[in-house]
């Protein structure tokens, strides 16, 4: 499992989210889908951030 890779997919995705929110703006249902998707984008960020931690600190433990 290449923890850097899905974060840095998640990134990507947040990236498109926001930008689709942006042209959603005059679009409601393209908006609200757009606020909804990354509150869950939000909730797997924080996921995979918290996997990260956990890593690093077996890391450091293991020095």
């Given at each position: 499992?290449?923890?850097?890779?899905?974060?840095?997919?998640?990134?990507?995705?947040?990236?498109?989210?926001?930008?689709?929110?942006?042209?959603?703006?005059d679009?409601?249902?393209?908006?609200?889908?757009?606020?909804?998707?990354r509150?869950s984008?939000k909730?797997l960020?924080?996921?995979?951030?918290?996997i990260?931690?956990?890593?690093?600190?077996?890391?450091?433990?293991?020095?």
């Amino acid at each position: 499992m290449n923890i850097k890779e899905i974060d840095e997919q998640i990134q990507l995705m947040i990236s498109t989210a926001d930008e689709l929110k942006r042209l959603g703006q005059d679009f409601p249902a393209l908006y609200r889908n757009m606020v909804r998707i990354r509150a869950s984008l939000k909730m797997l960020e924080l996921n995979v951030s918290n996997i990260t931690e956990l890593t690093e600190e077996e890391t450091q433990n293991a020095v």
